[in-house]
């Protein structure tokens, strides 16, 4: 069956512009996580959702917001982008709220900002 | 605050060896523990996990050891292969789902 799906892979912004990432979990795959990766700092969570509802955030500033459709597909956006935000941006989707092993990441979005 | 820390940002170890990497956290209510393995341009993929109930969980060449005393995790790779190589990152889950990761540790197996 086809992967996690995430668009666009590589993605450069202008520091004050905002940006929205996509990503289409496998089919039947309700929960949907995202992370940063930067690396002094390895996947930082951003937040969770299941079945259209925000489950949970990590802590990370009110500019990184997101949203889950009701094909369960999600998008995370950033707005009044700064250089720090530069990372790679993984999805993750499961079947269920997964204690971790049903967890299967897409590849990501390479954001660079400038 | 780092409250899943892997404090050997790199490890190469000959093939046919053993290759043990670690895991330190500082929160006792993490309930799961887990291992991810990560190739150049991929994302993450789950590898082993163990909850916090055990102290061991094998399959095949991996297995991984919990110390909840210590609060340290070790994942052990017998026998290491080249195909190995790749960054590894150890996570943990606390209460609703949300996974905390280490910076992860680059391994090399060298034929």
């Known amino acids: 069956k086809a992967g996690v799906t995430q668009t666009p892979r590589y993605l450069i912004k202008t520091r004050g512009q905002q940006v929205t990432l996509s990503c289409s979990p496998i089919?039947?795959?309700?929960?949907v996580s995202w992370y940063q990766q930067t690396p002094g700092q390895g996947l930082q969570f951003l937040f969770e959702?299941?079945?259209?509802?925000?489950?949970n955030k990590g802590n990370f500033p009110g500019r990184f917001s997101g949203r889950q459709f009701s094909n369960s597909r999600s998008e995370m956006n950033v707005s009044t982008l700064e250089l720090g935000d530069s990372a790679l941006y993984l999805c993750a989707s499961s079947l269920e709220r997964a204690r971790g092993y049903g967890y299967t990441f897409g590849s990501g979005t390479r954001l660079t900002v400038v | 605050d780092q409250q899943v820390k892997q404090n050997s940002p790199s490890l190469s170890v000959q093939e046919g060896r053993i290759s043990i990497l670690n895991c330190d956290y500082t929160?006792?209510?993490?309930?799961?523990f887990l291992w991810y393995k990560k190739y150049p341009a991929e994302g993450p993929t789950f590898l082993i996990s163990?909850?916090?109930?055990?102290d061991k969980n094998e399959d095949g060449r991996f297995t991984v050891f919990l110390n909840k005393s210590a609060k340290h995790l070790s994942l052990h790779i017998v026998p290491s292969q080249p195909g190995d190589s790749a960054v590894y990152f150890c996570?943990?889950?606390?209460?609703?789902?949300?996974?905390?990761f280490g910076t992860g540790t680059s391994l090399t197996v060298i034929p």
């Open positions: 929160n006792s209510m993490f309930d799961y």
């Open positions: 959702y299941f079945s259209e509802t925000q489950r």
């Open positions: 163990i909850s916090s109930i055990k």
């Open positions: 996570a943990a889950r606390a209460f609703g789902n949300q996974f905390y």
């Open positions: 089919s039947g795959h309700r929960s």
